[in-house]
């Protein structure tokens, strides 16, 4: 019997979480820049580093990301970590008040820590369109008395950046890129404009390395991808323990992303995940419930919400109305692209469950259309067939492969699910539309689905992936939740140079690497305005050294 794992919750993963030893992390963040207008885009990189070691750390999976004025969180968001690094990017709301904003993220390790924003960096934001302001968070201050702070330290380490000093608007400028470090470098890379805007003072690198911190209380818990907790509620949410029910979440759209998890007999449950990705709709349901059941699984939101402090006002000046008069009207004149145009999709961590090679895929326009399931499984997928069981329930049956001496026989139940969400009623999906379905996928192998053994995996899938038409239990829980952000880079490779190109970041790639010696040209499309603007590369060597280098580039006729 081949057995393919399509959830993560076994009892050994169970019982290496419990005894997972402990660790310590801290996250560094750089952005493409630190002066950002509301309705602009924050483009991150992260470092997850140990800092008892001074190099990336591998124990988690996910980094919780949180951007606070003193009125409290504005954003949150998630970033996928890959052996210690992971990137992402959020939109700040048009209606974002001016001011000082901390940006701090965290991984399940730190959130026993009390001094977690000493972690964090700080971003002003102006609202251009609005007179809103963070309570207390703006003084405003005559031109004489503004006076640029200092960002970082500078250029320090041995990655060199060697790129043209001036270009002309709508054309491309090469920025090159030299290690001269012993070890493989991580890094990210801006070229972002410099309008002159003072910038918060704020941490680089290696500030926020040599910053004292306190000890670490959490154990690791995201080591695979992010773990959901969550707790049953309701009057009988006591009984689901006893009767060995299964705890499942599921994101519409694919059948990868479907997970279980065992009920304690507290009514807590965890999932450890693979990292869904993007904004997604969550299906809570507990599989084998009776509908008579008053019982719903919750989950619970992973932020920690970390109370700020030390956020500095933002000095706000006559002086500044030019420039962000300009950026106001840059931000407002640029027209949108196409994302594959501006975007380019980095590697993120592959799936470990279902695969698309054991997969028989049947796409239903490709046969005579027939009105009820029933009838499409007859006649199209022939290898599958509806059975009562011995609970007298519904089951749809399947010849598992590699398993039946005879290929005419059957064996057992299969795992049922709708758009990738588990379906506990079989009985319910024969009553659905079948012209709303564009394909059924088969996977005909033993799968392990938390504690339970399934004989093969179903999967119908809808043409507009919407399953609101399905009609669920009322146990069944459906809510918005955020998955992690989309790993992306700022390159514009694709871009058509034309009189609308008015971007502020001109380059962002949050996860570049560079072996010793290595050197690499990046070209650089330049906006179709003149001005001045910053490079900066930051980042990590294998052996735990910090960089940053500075340089400078003027667009003009």
């Not at 059948?255 to 969550?282: C, E, K, L, P, W």
């Not at 009105?371 to 059975?387: A, M, S, V």
Request: net charge negative; glycine share 8%; charged share 25%.
């Amino acid at each position: 019997m081949r057995k393919i794992l399509l959830s993560l919750i076994t009892l050994a993963l169970a019982a290496s979480t419990m005894t997972a030893e402990r660790v310590s992390e801290r996250v560094y963040l750089s952005t493409d820049k630190e002066v950002y207008l509301a309705g602009e885009t924050i483009w991150f990189s992260a470092f997850c580093v140990d800092p008892s070691k001074g190099v990336l750390s591998e124990a988690s999976s996910v980094a919780y990301l949180e951007i606070s004025s003193t009125e409290g969180v504005l954003l949150t968001g998630k970033i996928a970590l890959v052996s210690g690094r992971g990137s992402g990017a959020l939109q700040l709301p048009a209606t974002t008040p001016t001011g000082n904003y901390s940006v701090l993220a965290y991984t399940a390790p730190s959130k026993g820590r009390d001094d977690l924003m000493v972690d964090s960096k700080t971003v002003s934001v102006f609202n251009t369109l609005s007179r809103v302001r963070v309570k207390n968070g703006v003084e405003i201050v005559e031109a004489e008395d503004v006076g640029k702070q200092s960002v970082s330290d500078g250029s320090y380490g041995n990655v060199i950046i060697l790129a043209d000093t001036q270009a002309v608007p709508s054309s491309v400028s090469v920025v090159g890129l030299r290690n001269d470090m012993f070890s493989k470098v991580t890094l990210s890379l801006s070229v972002s404009l410099d309008d002159g805007i003072p910038a918060p003072a704020a941490s680089d690198i290696r500030r926020f390395l040599g910053t004292p911190y306190s000890g670490f209380k959490g154990e690791a818990s995201d080591k695979e991808g992010e773990t959901f907790r969550g707790k049953l509620i309701g009057q009988d949410a006591g009984a689901a323990h006893r009767e060995g029910l299964i705890a499942v979440v599921a994101f519409p759209g694919h059948a990868q992303d479907a997970y279980a998890g065992r009920i304690d007999a507290d009514g807590t449950v965890s999932f450890v995940t693979d990292n869904v990705h993007g904004a997604r709709d969550m299906v809570c349901e507990i599989l084998g419930q009776d509908e008579s059941m008053d019982c719903r699984l919750v989950i619970d939101q992973p932020f920690l919400n970390v109370k700020t402090g030390g956020i500095p006002a933002l000095s706000l000046s006559k002086s500044f109305e030019s420039a962000l008069l300009k950026r106001h009207q840059l931000l407002g004149s640029s027209l949108p692209a196409a994302p594959d145009t501006l975007f380019e999709f980095l590697p993120k961590r592959s799936g470990l469950f279902l695969s698309d090679s054991h997969c028989r895929r049947f796409h239903l326009d490709d046969y005579n259309r027939f009105p009820t399931i029933r009838e499409t499984l007859i006649e199209i997928t022939p290898g599958l067939r509806i059975r009562r069981g011995q609970d007298r329930k519904t089951q749809i049956q399947t010849r598992l492969e590699g398993v039946m001496k005879d290929n005419t026989e059957y064996s057992g139940n299969m795992l049922v699910l709708i758009d990738g969400v588990p379906v506990k009623d079989v009985d319910r999906l024969l009553e659905f539309d079948t012209y709303l379905l564009s394909d059924i996928l088969v996977y005909p192998y033993s799968y392990s689905f938390g504690d339970a053994i399934f004989n093969g995996v179903v999967d119908f899938v809808t043409k507009k992936g919407d399953i609101s038409s399905f009609k669920f239990d009322k146990n069944v829980v459906i809510v918005d939740w955020q998955g992690a952000c989309y790993p992306v880079a700022l390159t514009c490779e694709g871009m058509t140079p034309g009189a609308n190109d008015t971007r502020s970041t001109l380059y962002w790639h949050p996860t570049l690497e560079l072996s010793p010696g290595e050197k690499v040209d990046i070209q650089v499309r330049t906006p179709a305005y003149s001005g001045n603007f910053k490079i900066v590369a930051e980042g990590l060597a294998a052996d735990g050294k910090p960089f940053r280098s500075e340089s400078s580039l003027k667009v003009a006729p």
